[in-house]
Each structure stands twice: as structure tokens, then as C-alpha cells.
């Protein structure tokens, strides 16, 4: 499984976490994502584990998450994975437009050591010719938000906006 290295954003410092990288498998009708995010993981707010289940305001805390359109599409689906267990999946019609959550199953299994966490997620995905949104939200001991993506476009940190749909998914 190939992996791609997260850039964190210039205006969110992270001095815990050397690094954060992605590897995606697509199988059958399900993609699989694992993300690994390495440094002094006790510095970081990793929340417990919970009933996997669906949550809100998870981006919120440290996340992983993934963005995905369909090629030339301005509709768009978000996934937010925590390392509690807790997932949640929206639909927008555009650009922050009317997000709706999506009913599906999300798998999540977490290993945490001293130097590293990886946290694998496994959604249902069928659309074809994608572009992917691959990024995290890392949250420190102290509360500061540090923001990581493959791509992230100009200004604030915005996993949203259409350029950091960095990765085509054929």
C-alpha cells in the first residue's frame, strides 16, 4: 500500500509530531486508509476509546479525515475519523453547502504506542475517477490545533476548498 506524506499548514505549529503520513487501498466497494502520525504522541490530546459510533465536532480534537469528489463534480463527502472509535460522514452540495450526514459503516481500529499512532479507517466508497481530500487535525496537551493535509490551498487552513483535493483516485 504506497503512502503520501501530510503537510502541516505554515500558521500551525506542532512541535510534538514529526510527521504524518497515508497510505489508501481501494478494495472492492470499500476504501481503506492508514494514517500514521509520528513524534511524542503523549503530547498530544488522543481522546478514549468509545462505542464505535456516529459523532459531532470530532475536527474539533485530533482527527483524521478525508475529503472526496467525484471528477468535475462541486458535490462533495466528508469523513472525520477519531481515534475514540467515533466517525462521522456528511454530503455537501458545494463548497460548505448544506451538509447532510450519510448513513454508512465506518470500520476503525486504533494502535497507539510512545512515538506512534496509527489509526486504519475502512469506509464504503464507489465513486469513480475521485479526488481526494487526505488530512488530519492534530490536537496538542495544551489545546493548540495543528492542521495537516496533502495539499492545503492558500490563506487559513481550509480542508474544504477545492485545492486540497490533491489526489486523484482512478
Known amino acids: 500500500m504506497p503512502s503520501a506524506a501530510l503537510e502541516r499548514h505554515p500558521d500551525t505549529p506542532c512541535r510534538p509530531v514529526r510527521g504524518v503520513t497515508v ?3 481501494r478494495g472492492g466497494e ?3 486508509l492508514v494514517y500514521r502520525i509520528e513524534g ?14 456516529r459523532a459531532e465536532r470530532l475536527w474539533a480534537h485530533t482527527c483524521c479525515e478525508l475529503f472526496a469528489a467525484g471528477e468535475g463534480a462541486e458535490g462533495y463527502r466528508e469523513f472525520n475519523f477519531s481515534p475514540s472509535g467515533e466517525w462521522a460522514a456528511y454530503a455537501f452540495r ?8 450519510v448513513d ?11 512515538r506512534e499512532l496509527e489509526l486504519a479507517a475502512s469506509i464504503p466508497f464507489v465513486v469513480e475517477n ?5 488530512c488530519a487535525v492534530l490536537e496538542e496537551e495544551d489545546g493548540a490545533l495543528s492542521y495537516w493535509a496533502l495539499r492545503h490551498a492558500p490563506g487559513r487552513a481550509d ?5 486540497s483535493f490533491a489526489l486523484e483516485l482512478r
Not at 94 to 101: C, N
Not at 104 to 114: G, H, L, N, Q
Open 23 to 25: 497510505a489508501i487501498e
Open 30 to 32: 470499500r476504501l481503506r
Open 40 to 53: 511524542e504522541i503523549a503530547r498530544l490530546r488522543i481522546p478514549p476509546p468509545r462505542p464505535p459510533q
Open 94 to 101: 458545494g463548497y460548505r453547502e448544506a451538509p447532510q450526514p
Open 104 to 114: 454508512c459503516v465506518v470500520e476503525i481500529r486504533v494502535r497507539k504506542e510512545a
Open 130 to 134: 475521485a479526488r481526494l481530500g487526505v
Open 159 to 163: 480542508f474544504h476548498h477545492p485545492a
